[in-house]
């Protein structure tokens, strides 16, 4: 039997393994940092809408400030005002002509 001993050998291991930890590392740090500036302008958060795609949302903003007014008020029958007040808003959601109309104008000073 004829053993060959070399020296390249484990060097050669180990820097394909350091070549592949690195490559992955500059890969994963590249993904997500790229990803958290790029995300953004794909992905719009729900809760960014009325703010970014509406381009007067103060209107809406003051008739879901009224429906918390009128959940917090204590006279007779706010119950059924906030009803018919929510029920209103949905509408205006529901219909895109309606917001168009409602969210298109400035608010007059």
């Given amino acids: 039997m004829i053993y060959i001993h070399s020296s390249i050998l484990p060097i050669s291991i180990v820097s394909w393994i350091l070549f592949f930890f690195f490559f992955i590392l500059f890969f994963l740090i ?17 809760y960014n809408v009325p ?7 103060e209107v809406l903003l003051e008739i879901c400030e009224g429906v918390e007014i009128m959940r917090a ?3 007779e029958g706010h119950r059924k005002d906030e009803v018919g007040l929510y029920n209103f808003l949905l509408g205006v959601i529901k219909s895109s002509l309606m917001l168009r109309r409602i969210t298109d104008r400035k608010k007059n000073n």
């Fill in 73 to 75: 008020s204590e006279y």
């Fill in 30 to 46: 590249t993904k997500y940092s790229f990803g958290a500036y790029v995300r953004p302008f794909f992905f719009n958060p729900i």
């Fill in 51 to 57: 703010y970014t795609e509406i381009p007067h949302p």
